[in-house]
């Protein structure tokens, strides 16, 4: 159960993805006037370990610095050439993940960033785009516990230490954090949703809310609208565009297939990655971490202390076991904002990550039984025994508590696949333009006028608002 008074994000924490984006640039205005908020996190991520020791990343870089040092300084200086290294890469990659895949667009920044740093440089960032994280990490620092730290990013996006292409989103988080810091929304994330529908009413646009749309309409293979559950038709002038997976779409909401039975047997093939569940707590207080109060001031801390306990999660869960040790984002939002919680209450967003859809059995031996609807409660003690162990009395703070498991996810929102809160894996052969499937990653459909965009489509998965907006300069001729 949750409380009243206390606010939890029920989905998405971290709003910084948004609040860097090209959309919030061009529109930040509109949705300033219909409340948008953000409440900026001065002490960002950090990971905890056995020995009671953490790293953390603040935005104040010689915050992070110092830490560093007393680590290890050859870490401290391969942090700062790396920070110093991000402002001279970052146009460029984010000119890449800011453009339709594949596109002229796309070719004309690979060409700049050839042009400006020579053919060796383009080789090398080619080569990082293909690189596993442990790889990566390895090349650049030397205390397991920094190398932890950023790698525990990878989780986040299906990657654990030894898959190929993981290094790409741990450099930006590790260094888009240290440079920019990271936001989270004032009052809860809703604060995004609510400008955006407050701003779609004032263009003029329309919400139907509480009735799902039960099929897309087509007719001599063209979309031409969409049908409702309650029997209603809605019409479309120029294009169908489903924010969804490619399971919904071409499983559901397209019962007789496009018409192309080979592409639609190659979205049918799209693979979700592991599932995910959440825990929502109100709290008495913010946990005692062993470690250092310092760490009760950070928007995130990761359990997840070694690259050998990320890649044991991942392998048991993929084979469909309870891990026994799964890694963990703890989210600590009324750190940075107040507002969620009665004064000198808390919350706490716990994000579990890497689970099996179908439970085949318990890496422990301890849970018996393969519903979720049976387990999850279990489990869920399973990861408060973990955060314990570095927060002791972490239970006698508790005061309500909702366990949210992956068929709870799948059932709140069909996308969510088996609890996949990434919509697809993230993995190289369902990433850049092989997003969602090779042929279709400028989110043009089998069926004329059908649009698919959503984490399921390039760029990806995050609250960037990338493909959306893509997509609607595409259809305005931007």
Not at 59 to 73: C, F, H, S, V, Y
Not at 80 to 109: C, T, W
Not at 292 to 303: D, K
Request: charged residues 15%; neutral net charge; hydrophobic residues 45%.
């Amino acid at each position: 159960m949750t409380l009243p008074g206390f606010r939890h994000d029920v989905a998405a924490m971290n709003l910084s993805l948004f609040a860097g984006s090209p959309f919030l640039r061009e529109h930040g205005a509109a949705l300033s006037r219909h409340g948008l908020a953000f409440a900026p996190a001065a002490h960002c991520f950090a990971s905890v370990f056995p020995d009671n020791s953490w790293f953390g990343v603040s935005k104040d870089p010689g915050t992070t610095l110092a830490r560093l040092e007393a680590i290890d300084p050859r870490d401290a200086a391969a942090w700062q050439a790396m920070l110093a290294r991000f402002g001279a890469d970052a146009p460029h990659i984010f000119g890449l993940l800011g453009n339709v895949m594949p596109s002229f667009a796309v070719a004309k920044v690979i060409w700049k960033a050839w042009r400006q740093n020579g053919t060796a440089w383009t080789m090398d960032m080619l080569r990082f785009l293909t690189m596993p994280v442990r790889t990566w990490a390895d090349a650049h620092f030397h205390d397991p516990r920094v190398k932890a730290t950023v790698a525990a990013w990878g989780m986040h996006l299906d990657f654990p230490p030894d898959v190929a292409g993981g290094a790409l989103f741990p450099y930006l988080e590790s260094m888009a954090n240290q440079a920019f810091g990271m936001v989270i929304g004032q009052g809860g994330a809703d604060t995004m949703i609510k400008a955006l529908t407050g701003y779609l009413g004032e263009l003029g646009g329309e919400l139907h809310l509480g009735v799902p749309v039960a099929e897309v309409m087509h007719a001599a293979g063209s979309a031409s609208g969409i049908r409702l559950a309650d029997g209603r038709n809605i019409t479309a002038r120029r294009a169908v565009i489903a924010n969804v997976t490619p399971s919904v779409l071409f499983g559901k909401l397209l019962p007789g297939g496009s018409g192309k039975a080979e592409a639609d047997g190659r979205f049918k093939a799209f693979r979700h990655g592991p599932g995910t569940m959440m825990l929502h707590l109100a709290m008495d207080g913010l946990p005692d971490w062993s470690a250092g109060a310092e760490l009760g001031q950070f928007a995130y801390v990761h359990i997840a202390p070694d690259f050998a306990y990320m890649n044991r999660a991942y392998g048991q869960a993929m084979d469909g076991l309870l891990p026994e040790a799964p890694v963990l984002v703890v989210g600590q939002p009324t750190a940075i904002d107040p507002s969620r919680a009665p004064d000198g209450k808390h919350v706490l967003w716990v994000q579990v990550r890497v689970l099996p859809k179908h439970v085949k059995g318990d890496a422990a031996g301890r849970i018996t039984g393969h519903d979720w609807s049976a387990i999850k409660d279990a489990y869920a003690e399973r990861v408060l025994d973990l955060i314990e162990a570095h927060a002791p009395g972490l239970r006698g703070r508790i005061l309500g508590r909702a366990v949210v498991s992956p068929d709870d996810l799948e059932a709140e929102n069909p996308c969510l696949v088996g609890g996949d809160n990434l919509s697809g894996s993230h993995q190289l052969d369902q990433n850049f333009l092989f997003r969602p499937v090779a042929g279709y990653s400028r989110y043009r459909m089998p069926l004329a006028r059908l649009y698919m965009c959503g984490a399921a489509t390039w760029p990806g998965a995050g609250t960037g608002a990338g493909s959306g907006y893509l997509l609607g300069r595409m259809l305005a001729g931007a």
